[in-house]
């Protein structure tokens, strides 16, 4: 019997798939909606301690088989989200809140709200591929990780997990830094910095110019991020980009990481791919005489 329940730095899962941040999370009617579709628990949207408007049209760009976004962090502010995570709380949601700021008070101050409010960890954005002084700087420095992480270890007792960046010379250095700040598990990677262009209007598409390239393109990076990590930390590690069928998934596993995100799966499969990859990953772990997940992770280690 193939059990899927999942624990990861001390939260229990009942599967290893969660919503990634930024999809379907703006509301907690859409967080719910996602959770009671299947996921194990589901990321919010990434909220600073003051409003942000975001950028203008366009911000998302559709390639055939993925996605290049550049929002530009909108989100209402922690205090007027209060009420959706509550709503998905309530609901009988696992919940994750992103946190971003742009200083590491701000990031305590965000975490410790989401933690009043009831979720079960916190990730904290240290990478978005575009705003300025706001992710990638961030995401470049072992320094500034292992800061930032220390000041929300100090200010919350959920679990905290430092969402990295791909775009960087090497991650597994910046996996150490989370780990000296104190982090519990590590959520690799963000999206992959990109551009879009129209032959048409000789411009880049996005009003950003640059955006972060998300979906199947971005798989190798995420798996590389994630093993090289797996063989460099000792906290668990949660493998995203490019996860859309439960073959992805498993490959993740055996890069090392403990549970899966989906983002732009969603946009490709719907709101069903989590019981789909679910079933998916049952599937494969049946027919290779597997029980439980953890006995997948890291295998392609050894
Ligand atoms: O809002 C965004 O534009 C955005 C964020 Br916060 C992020 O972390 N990653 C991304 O691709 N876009």
Redesign the pocket.
């Known amino acids: 019997m193939v059990n899927l329940a999942a624990k990861v730095a001390g939260l229990k899962l009942r599967n290893p798939t969660m919503l990634a941040?930024?999809i379907l999370d703006e509301t907690g009617g859409s967080l719910l909606r996602v959770f009671n579709g299947g996921a194990g628990a589901v990321v919010t949207k990434?909220i600073s301690l003051q409003p942000r408007a975001?950028y203008s049209n366009p911000?998302v760009v559709q390639l055939e088989n993925g996605l290049i976004?550049?929002?530009?962090?909108?989100n209402p502010g922690i205090e007027e989200y209060c009420g959706e995570v509550r709503k998905a709380v309530k609901g009988g949601a696992v919940v994750i809140g992103s946190v971003?700021g742009k200083d590491e008070e701000e990031y305590a101050e965000v975490a410790r709200k989401f933690e009043t409010y009831g979720v079960k960890a916190v990730e904290l954005?240290l990478?978005?591929?575009?705003?300025k002084g706001l992710?990638l700087e961030i995401a470049q420095s072992a320094e500034a990780i292992e800061r930032f992480t220390r000041a929300v270890k100090k200010t919350v007792k959920v679990p905290v997990m430092p969402k990295l960046s791909p775009n960087v010379a090497d991650i597994a250095s910046l996996g150490k830094a989370t780990e000296r700040g104190g982090a519990d598990a590590i959520v690799a990677v963000?999206?992959v910095k990109a551009i879009a262009i129209s032959p048409e209007m000789r411009t880049p598409i996005l009003s950003s110019k640059h955006?972060?390239l998300?979906g199947p393109p971005i798989k190798p990076i995420g798996l590389r991020c994630v093993y090289d990590l797996y063989e460099t930390v000792d906290i668990p590690v949660i493998g995203v980009g490019g996860v859309t069928t439960g073959r992805d998934a498993i490959e993740y596993f055996m890069a090392g990481a403990s549970a899966v995100q989906m983002g732009t799966a969603v946009w490709m499969r719907g709101l069903d791919v989590f019981r789909l990859v679910c079933d998916e990953i049952q599937k494969f772990m049946n027919k290779e005489g597997y029980e439980s997940v953890s006995e997948i992770v890291g295998l392609a280690h050894e």
């Open positions: 941040s930024g990434s975001g911000t976004n550049a929002m530009g962090l909108p971003f954005n990478s978005c591929p575009h705003a992710g963000n999206t955006g972060g998300s």
